[in-house]
């Protein structure tokens, strides 16, 4: 024989507001708890959803003296399905606004955009002025070569390489002399090495 079936929170919900709606009296929650496994609400659990339908302000609570009463009446749940109404009359009503302006803002922009003879012109224009830019740019990159500074920044460029590889050439010989001294019983074996790198004895520094 299967197990009985559990309710849900949805149904228990109903369960305990169906016991405020019957009595409509005022109730602990200790009283509640006793109640609810009645109607099939194990007590434990009486706390959570009576919590849950005060947050939906299906019941109300108050505290008189040092106790915490509940109570619902059946015009609660009617109050609370009003104010959820016409919060969703509101939101639609936002939502209807909000779509209007989106409407007016594309229409908006849709305007000057139109197919006409004069806005084909005007792209024809535009394309072929983007074009003349970019040939007048080619052209100008083909005269750096006469540019001052274009002079200037190529003679500084060739002196920064001339000192650079008469640097490289010292070291070169640098290095040379202390293969020379270090190991002078390998001086074939240096030499075919030297050959190797492509230093020959005409390597010398730029004038």
Request: include cysteine; charge should be negative.
């Amino acid at each position: 024989m299967s197990k009985k079936r559990g309710l849900s929170l949805e149904e228990k919900r109903e369960q305990m507001l169906q016991i405020f709606y019957e009595s409509q009296g005022f109730f602990l929650l200790k009283e509640l708890e006793k109640m609810g496994p009645k109607k099939g609400v194990i007590s434990q659990s009486v706390k959570d959803v009576i919590q849950s339908l005060v947050d939906d302000d299906l019941v109300l609570k108050d505290k008189i003296g040092t106790s915490v009463y509940f109570w619902s009446l059946p015009s609660c749940a009617g109050n609370q399905l009003r104010n959820t109404y016409k919060k969703l009359e509101s939101d639609l009503t936002s939502s209807k606004k909000r779509y209007a302006e989106l409407a007016e803002q594309r229409d908006s922009l849709k305007r000057g955009r139109e197919e006409s003879d004069e806005r084909e012109a005007a792209l024809e224009e535009l394309k072929a002025t983007e074009l003349e830019h970019k040939r007048l740019k080619d052209e100008l990159a083909s005269y750096a070569d006469n540019d001052p500074a274009a002079l200037e920044a190529m003679k500084l460029a060739i002196e920064v390489a001339h000192s650079a590889a008469n640097r490289w050439t010292d070291n070169i010989f640098t290095l040379q002399q202390w293969c020379s001294t270090t190991f002078p019983q390998a001086k074939e074996q240096l030499e075919h090495l030297y050959k190797e790198a492509g230093i020959t004895e005409d390597l010398d520094y730029l004038p």
